[in-house]
């Protein structure tokens, strides 16, 4: 079985100052390891995935990933946040079985000015 | 180009009665999926299909039926609503296994 766990139910960054969101996989095999952002009243929109290979992997509006097979750790970072960054994030995982995704229960970022 | 789209964004419904819900994907996607959002339970799984004409139950089925008759097409049916299934459904497709999923805005739905 495959499962992703999100510690943080909430995250508060000023803006400027760098982000964390943390995400912690189990799964069998190789992961492909994702990470969703969701505004208020829309779907998930995808930032970036992790496949094999470079263990930092840099996705849309400026978000990369650091992968660090050995902590089963797939850690979302930014280095400068925005006010408009605040949204909720979600972690996931994407096993190999037909393609079933487990998802996070998200950690909602807020980022003050 | 559309992407995924769900009808209807929202709907209320008395306790046992039935609705389909429809997601139509325009990107020639294969594999098609059916979530539910509940506030601090993130996404779980109902319904998927690898490709037209197949379904198959996800994580949380009891209470849904789904029907692929169209590639473009997905359709979630609640026969019988419970209050339990008040939630918000997300449908997703994504052109194979590994690539990243593609999300319609969702349909709220209240049932009383």
């Known amino acids: 079985a495959q499962s992703v766990a999100q510690p943080e139910d909430q995250v508060n960054v000023a803006e400027g100052n760098p982000l964390t969101v943390k995400c912690t996989y189990s799964?069998?095999?190789?992961?492909?390891l994702f990470w969703y952002v969701q505004y208020p009243n829309r779907g998930l929109q995808f930032l970036l995935k992790?496949?094999?290979?470079?263990?930092l992997v840099k996705g849309s509006y400026g978000f990369e990933a650091e992968f660090n097979k050995s902590q089963t750790s797939f850690h979302l970072k930014k280095p400068s946040a925005l006010v408009s960054d605040s949204a909720l994030y979600f972690c996931?995982?994407?096993?190999?079985?037909?393609?079933?995704?487990?998802f996070g229960d998200g950690t909602t970022l807020t980022v003050k000015p | 180009n559309a992407g995924v789209t769900q009808t209807p964004k929202f709907r209320v419904l008395k306790t046992g009665q039935s609705m389909t819900l429809l997601c139509a994907q325009d990107?020639?996607?294969?594999?098609m999926y059916w979530y539910r959002q509940d506030p601090g339970m993130g996404l779980r799984l109902i319904h998927y299909?690898?490709?037209?004409?197949?379904?198959a139950k996800g994580e949380v089925p009891d209470g849904y039926n789904v029907s692929r008759l169209k590639k473009q097409n997905f359709l979630l049916g609640l026969e019988s609503a419970a209050p339990s299934q008040t939630s918000v459904y997300f449908c997703?497709?994504?052109?194979?296994?590994?690539?990243?999923?593609?999300f319609g805005n969702g349909t709220r739905l209240t049932v009383t």
């Open positions: 997703a497709s994504s052109y194979s296994p590994g690539g990243a999923l593609h």
């Open positions: 799964v069998s095999g190789n992961p492909y």
């Open positions: 992790y496949i094999t290979g470079d263990n």
């Open positions: 996931a995982v994407r096993g190999t079985n037909a393609g079933k995704s487990t």
């Open positions: 990107m020639n996607h294969e594999y």
């Open positions: 299909s690898v490709g037209e004409g197949t379904t």
